[in-house]
Each structure stands twice: as structure tokens, then as C-alpha cells.
């Protein structure tokens, strides 16, 4: 599979933010990385055409029904979107999502034909009491359905302390987690990517972490500026496929950045 490289534009963006959406196609057309830009549903239709791929940031699950304000992932699917990400923690916490609602919503987005790019991390005080890799395990396996492929699923391990805040973990701890869930995925196949405050600063040291296929990028994918340095960093570790897939126990890399 590709490296993949994912926008998470949150509750950012209007019609006339678009241009950084062409922007960003300009440069990416013909590029070893596949770019997903992850907008607000508003602007889904009308970036459908702008040639970038396309998600949402969460559907309801169910296809369709008497839920006020809510949004299926038909209704995704049909206004453009390819990926949906699903139970980051941003609506976990806003929104109450637990590990079974998100389940239920990724079985929503395979049906509707969406890949689902499902997040998973620890807050700061798990990892402080060392139960980083429990509760990983208990997330992924609350998670996701039976059925995740390399073809509908992407998982993304995102440290809630890491997001919006400039703080990202120790390479090491980047590698432990992702060699930690490529163990328990149910497909080897399939992508891992690193949120948490990725920058162009950062980017290259992240992509050079075993086992890391890419990266979920907020605040810095908001302008293509920014978010076009992150794809070119992971588009050179694109070229060496066999370098950062490899086993927990040869998991080292320098720190990308200090507590
Ligand atoms: P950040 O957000 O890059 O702004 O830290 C990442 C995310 O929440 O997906």
C-alpha cells in the first residue's frame, strides 16, 4: 500500500479556504505518497472535483433516519468523500463516542464504500501510569468490527496529549505503539499512520519511525504550505518500501521531540 498522508481539517474552512485544496492538487497529482484531504462536510461537494481524495471527519451509523444534524455515510460517499475518519478523540470526548459506537460507525462507512482511518491513542495520564499499550489494545479491539483489509481500513495511533498541543512522544514510544498495534491488526496490510502535532519541522524524523505508513496532520494541513513539506518528507521514505516495516524489537530512532 502507499504511504498516505491525511488532512485533518476539523471544523476549519470555508469556500474560499478551497485554494489551498488546489494548491495542494497541483503538487501531488503524479506523487509516490496518496494525499487525503479530510474537510468539513461543507466543502465535500464542492471540492469533489478539484482532484485530491477526499473523507469526512465522522458518519452517523445508520444510512438514514430521523437523526437531527447528522450525517450518513452514504451522504458522505455521495457528496465526494472516499475515507471518513472515525472516533478520534476529539469526538470521543465531545460526543461521549465509546470503542462499540465506533465499531457500529465503521461498519457504516464499509458498507457506504468508505475507507475508515479509525483513531486510537492514550490521554496523558495513561501513559504516565504506564497503560499505554492496555489501552491500545482495548481500543483497537473495541474498534474495529471484524473484516478491517488494507482496502477499507487505515489506523491511526494519535496520543490525545500529543494533539494540538506541539508536544509529540519520543520516537521510541512512536515505535513501541506502532510495532505494538502492526502485531495486533488483524491484517498486516494494514496502514499505520502517527497524529499529533506533525509538523514540516518534525515530519521527517516521525516517517523514519519503523512501522509508521504515514501520518494524520491537523493544524498544519490547514495550509498547503505547510501541509505540502509533510508530504514531500514522507514521499522520500516512500522510495525505501522495506525500511520501516520491521519488528518490535529493532524499534529505535532519535527523539523528534521532548516532553
Ligand atoms: P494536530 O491534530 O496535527 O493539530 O495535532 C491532529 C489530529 O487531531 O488529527
Not at 468490527?145 to 494533539?163: D, L
Not at 499505520?192 to 504515514?214: E, H
Amino acid at each position: 500500500m502507499r504511504k498516505l498522508a491525511v488532512g485533518n481539517w476539523k471544523m476549519n474552512g470555508l469556500l474560499a479556504d478551497l485554494a489551498e485544496i488546489d494548491a495542494i492538487a497541483a503538487a501531488v497529482a503524479e506523487g509516490p505518497v496518496e494525499v487525503v484531504s479530510c474537510l468539513p462536510a461543507t466543502l465535500l461537494h464542492p471540492a469533489r472535483d478539484k482532484g485530491v481524495t477526499l473523507g469526512a471527519q465522522d458518519c452517523h451509523a445508520e444510512p438514514f433516519g430521523a437523526h437531527t444534524g447528522d450525517l450518513s455515510a452514504p451522504m458522505l460517499a455521495d457528496a465526494g468523500a472516499r475515507y471518513v475518519i472515525l472516533g478520534h478523540s476529539e469526538r470521543r470526548r465531545d460526543h461521549g463516542e465509546t470503542n462499540a459506537h465506533v465499531a457500529a460507525k465503521v461498519r457504516a462507512a464499509w458498507a457506504a464504500g468508505l475507507t475508515a482511518i479509525v483513531c486510537l491513542g492514550e490521554t496523558q495520564a495513561q501513559r504516565q501510569a504506564g497503560q499505554t499499550l492496555e489501552v491500545l489494545k482495548k481500543q483497537l479491539a473495541g474498534s474495529l468490527p471484524e473484516g478491517a483489509r488494507p482496502t477499507n481500513t487505515v489506523i491511526a495511533y494519535e496520543p490525545v496529549w500529543a494533539i494540538g498541543t506541539g508536544l509529540t512522544p519520543r520516537a521510541e514510544e512512536i515505535a513501541e505503539a506502532h510495532a505494538f498495534l502492526r502485531a495486533h491488526l488483524p491484517d498486516a496490510g494494514i496502514r499505520l499512520i502517527y497524529g499529533g502535532s506533525v509538523t514540516p519541522t518534525n515530519a521527517a524524523a516521525i516517517f523514519a519511525v519503523p512501522n509508521v505508513d504515514g501520518a494524520l496532520v491537523g493544524g498544519a494541513s490547514l495550509r498547503a504550505q505547510s501541509f505540502l513539506p509533510i508530504v514531500t518528507a514522507l514521499a522520500s521514505v516512500a522510495h525505501e518500501p522495506n525500511r520501516t516495516r520491521v519488528g518490535p524489537t529493532s524499534a529505535s530512532a532519535a527523539p523528534t521531540h521532548d516532553r
